[in-house]
Protein backbone atom coordinates (compact mmCIF):
# COMPACT_ATOMS: atom_id res chain seq x y z
CA UNK A 1 0.00 0.00 0.00
CA UNK A 2 1.12 3.40 -0.96
CA UNK A 3 0.51 6.06 1.78
CA UNK A 4 1.38 9.33 1.66
CA UNK A 5 1.67 11.81 4.65
CA UNK A 6 1.18 15.48 3.87
CA UNK A 7 0.87 18.21 6.63
CA UNK A 8 2.73 19.77 9.46
CA UNK A 9 6.60 19.80 9.37
CA UNK A 10 7.45 20.46 12.94
CA UNK A 11 6.80 17.72 15.41
CA UNK A 12 7.45 13.52 14.66
CA UNK A 13 4.08 12.12 13.53
CA UNK A 14 5.55 10.75 10.46
CA UNK A 15 8.49 9.05 12.41
CA UNK A 16 5.78 7.78 14.31
CA UNK A 17 3.57 6.05 12.05
CA UNK A 18 6.21 4.95 9.76
CA UNK A 19 8.09 3.22 13.18
CA UNK A 20 4.38 1.94 14.21
CA UNK A 21 3.57 0.00 10.90
CA UNK A 22 6.93 -1.16 10.60
CA UNK A 23 6.46 -2.69 14.38
CA UNK A 24 3.20 -4.76 12.89
CA UNK A 25 5.04 -5.94 10.13
CA UNK A 26 2.35 -3.79 7.87
CA UNK A 27 3.37 -4.02 3.95
CA UNK A 28 3.51 -0.03 3.02
CA UNK A 29 5.63 2.24 1.67
CA UNK A 30 5.48 6.16 2.57
CA UNK A 31 5.87 9.28 0.87
CA UNK A 32 5.73 13.06 1.95
CA UNK A 33 6.66 16.03 0.49
CA UNK A 34 10.13 17.78 1.33
CA UNK A 35 10.19 18.35 5.22
CA UNK A 36 13.08 20.66 5.28
CA UNK A 37 11.33 23.54 5.51
CA UNK A 38 14.47 25.62 4.27
CA UNK A 39 14.56 23.46 0.99
CA UNK A 40 10.89 23.41 0.46
CA UNK A 41 10.97 27.25 0.13
CA UNK A 42 13.95 27.57 -1.89
CA UNK A 43 14.26 24.44 -3.93
CA UNK A 44 12.85 26.93 -7.16
CA UNK A 45 15.36 29.86 -7.25
CA UNK A 46 18.12 27.06 -6.00
CA UNK A 47 17.60 25.13 -9.41
CA UNK A 48 15.83 27.81 -11.70
CA UNK A 49 17.77 30.95 -10.79
CA UNK A 50 17.18 33.93 -8.21
CA UNK A 51 14.43 36.43 -8.24
CA UNK A 52 14.48 39.42 -6.73
CA UNK A 53 10.38 39.35 -5.59
CA UNK A 54 9.83 37.09 -2.74
CA UNK A 55 6.27 36.39 -4.36
CA UNK A 56 8.56 34.89 -7.74
CA UNK A 57 10.41 33.47 -5.26
CA UNK A 58 7.48 31.42 -3.31
CA UNK A 59 6.40 31.67 -7.25
CA UNK A 60 9.25 29.19 -8.36
CA UNK A 61 9.13 27.23 -5.02
CA UNK A 62 5.74 26.50 -4.83
CA UNK A 63 5.53 25.15 -8.76
CA UNK A 64 8.24 22.55 -7.91
CA UNK A 65 6.88 21.34 -5.17
CA UNK A 66 4.01 20.70 -6.66
CA UNK A 67 5.42 18.31 -9.25
CA UNK A 68 6.41 16.29 -6.19
CA UNK A 69 3.04 16.42 -3.96
CA UNK A 70 0.58 15.49 -7.26
CA UNK A 71 2.77 12.67 -8.69
CA UNK A 72 3.30 11.17 -4.56
CA UNK A 73 -1.07 11.92 -4.31
CA UNK A 74 -1.72 10.61 -7.49
CA UNK A 75 0.19 7.35 -6.73
CA UNK A 76 -1.25 7.16 -3.49
CA UNK A 77 -3.73 4.36 -2.11
CA UNK A 78 -4.02 6.29 0.81
CA UNK A 79 -3.31 10.45 1.94
CA UNK A 80 -3.25 11.12 5.74
CA UNK A 81 -2.90 15.20 6.21
CA UNK A 82 -2.09 16.12 9.93
CA UNK A 83 -3.03 19.56 10.94
CA UNK A 84 -0.61 20.71 13.76
CA UNK A 85 -0.95 23.13 16.84
CA UNK A 86 1.50 26.14 16.22
CA UNK A 87 1.00 27.02 12.42
CA UNK A 88 -1.96 27.48 9.74
CA UNK A 89 -0.71 24.66 7.34
CA UNK A 90 -2.71 26.04 3.85
CA UNK A 91 -0.91 23.24 1.68
CA UNK A 92 -1.84 20.48 4.11
CA UNK A 93 -5.78 21.78 3.58
CA UNK A 94 -4.53 22.48 -0.20
CA UNK A 95 -3.25 18.45 -0.22
CA UNK A 96 -6.59 17.14 1.23
CA UNK A 97 -8.95 18.96 -0.63
CA UNK A 98 -6.93 17.82 -4.02
CA UNK A 99 -6.72 13.99 -2.76
CA UNK A 100 -10.49 14.52 -2.27
CA UNK A 101 -10.81 15.60 -5.91
CA UNK A 102 -8.89 12.45 -6.67
CA UNK A 103 -11.40 10.35 -5.00
CA UNK A 104 -8.16 9.20 -2.99
CA UNK A 105 -8.78 7.42 0.91
CA UNK A 106 -8.05 10.57 3.06
CA UNK A 107 -7.22 10.24 6.96
CA UNK A 108 -7.26 13.79 8.59
CA UNK A 109 -5.08 14.07 11.74
CA UNK A 110 -5.63 16.66 13.91
CA UNK A 111 -6.69 17.57 17.82
CA UNK A 112 -10.04 18.67 19.01
CA UNK A 113 -9.30 22.72 19.12
CA UNK A 114 -9.35 22.36 15.10
CA UNK A 115 -12.53 20.31 14.89
CA UNK A 116 -14.67 23.75 13.86
CA UNK A 117 -12.26 25.11 11.57
CA UNK A 118 -11.39 21.78 9.88
CA UNK A 119 -15.00 20.94 9.65
CA UNK A 120 -15.40 20.71 5.94
CA UNK A 121 -12.47 19.36 5.52
CA UNK A 122 -12.92 16.18 7.84
CA UNK A 123 -16.60 16.04 5.91
CA UNK A 124 -14.58 14.99 3.08
CA UNK A 125 -12.52 12.35 4.76
CA UNK A 126 -12.91 8.44 5.53
CA UNK A 127 -11.19 8.93 8.88
CA UNK A 128 -10.42 11.33 11.24
CA UNK A 129 -8.04 10.79 14.00
CA UNK A 130 -6.32 12.47 17.02
CA UNK A 131 -2.82 10.75 17.04
CA UNK A 132 -0.34 8.48 14.75
CA UNK A 133 -1.35 5.84 16.50
CA UNK A 134 -4.38 5.78 15.15
CA UNK A 135 -3.00 6.35 11.71
CA UNK A 136 -0.96 2.82 12.25
CA UNK A 137 -4.39 0.97 13.72
CA UNK A 138 -6.43 2.12 10.97
CA UNK A 139 -3.48 0.92 8.00
CA UNK A 140 -3.04 -2.41 10.20
CA UNK A 141 -6.96 -2.82 9.83
CA UNK A 142 -7.44 -2.07 6.15
CA UNK A 143 -4.17 -4.51 5.17
CA UNK A 144 -5.33 -7.27 7.71
CA UNK A 145 -9.03 -6.70 9.33
CA UNK A 146 -6.89 -6.39 12.90
CA UNK A 147 -8.26 -4.64 15.47
CA UNK A 148 -6.66 -3.19 18.37
CA UNK A 149 -5.62 -4.92 21.42
Known amino acids: MEVY ?81 KYRQWNAAFDAGYAAALGKSLVIMHGADHQHALKEVDAAALAVTETPEQVVQILDYVLNGALPG
Do not use: Y
Not at 57 to 84: E, P, W, Y
Open 5 to 85: LSGEIHTDWRDQIVRGAAAKGLDVTFTSPVTDHDASDDCGVAIMGAEDQKFWHDHKGAKLNAIRTRAAIAAADVVVVRFGE
